[in-house]
Every structure is written in structure tokens, then in C-alpha cells.
């Protein structure tokens, strides 16, 4: 997460968390972190471990989260991928928001080559890698 520690601290949503690791990290450097996933199990090991996280239950693929516009400072969904939240996500984010995806190039749930950054046209790509995984960090412009 060293993109990030040059933001500052702000409000961070983190899509598809999982037990919680980047919302984990996240709070311990100062952020207010609301994280969502659909495992209760996984959500439940986060409200143990991140007393200070707004941890929710909820499928994101049945539309139980909606993403609020201008809410959030960063937005992260890392390891996860649902086409249809890029959208909502980048008008998530306030005016110089960061929103960073990670995604895998091989296997089942996967982007195409080059895929990824076509969803951030019109945000400044801050960090943009392809390996076995699709990586970006792209900011959204700040109003003139």
C-alpha cells in the first residue's frame, strides 16, 4: 500500500474485503475505514481484529452496498472483480480521490490485458502494472 501513504487520511471504502487487510492497515494509519464483504465470516473476523471499522455484511454482486457519490477519499478493491462497481466507485470518490483496483490477468475471475485502465479514462493513472495481476491507482480530477 505505499501509493497510499503519501494520501492523506481520509474516509476509504474497501470493496470486497475479506478478513481485512487493507482495512486493517488502512486503520492503523489513520484512516476511517467502512469495509464490506459478503462472507460473514470474514466480516466478523475484521470486528474482532479492527474494532475502530465500520465492517458490513454485504453481497455486492446482489447490490446490498450502494457506493454514495463524493463520499469517499479512497476507494480500494483489490483481489475482487465486478465490472459493473467501476463505475459507481469512481463517482465514489471526492474530486482528487484514489481509487485502487488489483485484479488478476489469469484464472476465472480476470481482465483482459489493457482492460483496467480502459475503465479510468478521464482519472489520472497515479500507477498502472500488468503481471499475473492488473494493478491501478488512478485519482479523479479535482474540479477546476
Not at 457519490?69 to 480500494?76: H, T, V, Y
Not at 483481489?79 to 485484479?103: C, H
Request: aromatic share 6%.
Amino acid at each position: 500500500m505505499s501509493s497510499v501513504r503519501e494520501l492523506a487520511p481520509g474516509r476509504a471504502l474497501d470493496l470486497a474485503c475479506g478478513t481485512g487487510r487493507n482495512a486493517l492497515w488502512l486503520a492503523e494509519h489513520g484512516w476511517k475505514v467502512t469495509a464490506v464483504d459478503g462472507s460473514p465470516v470474514a466480516i466478523e473476523m475484521l470486528r474482532q481484529r479492527g474494532e475502530n471499522i465500520d465492517a458490513r455484511i454485504a453481497d455486492l454482486e446482489r447490490g446490498e452496498y450502494m457506493i454514495e457519490p463524493e463520499s469517499w477519499e479512497l476507494i480500494l478493491m483489490c483481489r475482487y472483480l465486478q465490472r459493473d462497481l467501476f463505475e459507481p466507485s469512481k463517482n465514489g470518490v471526492v474530486p482528487g480521490g484514489v481509487i485502487i483496483a488489483v485484479v488478476r490477468l489469469e484464472g476465472q475471475y480476470r481482465v483482459n490485458p489493457g482492460e483496467l485502465a480502459g475503465y479510468f479514462e478521464g482519472f489520472e493513472i497515479l500507477h498502472s502494472r500488468e503481471s499475473s495481476m492488473a494493478e491501478i491507482v488512478a485519482r479523479r480530477p479535482a474540479r477546476g
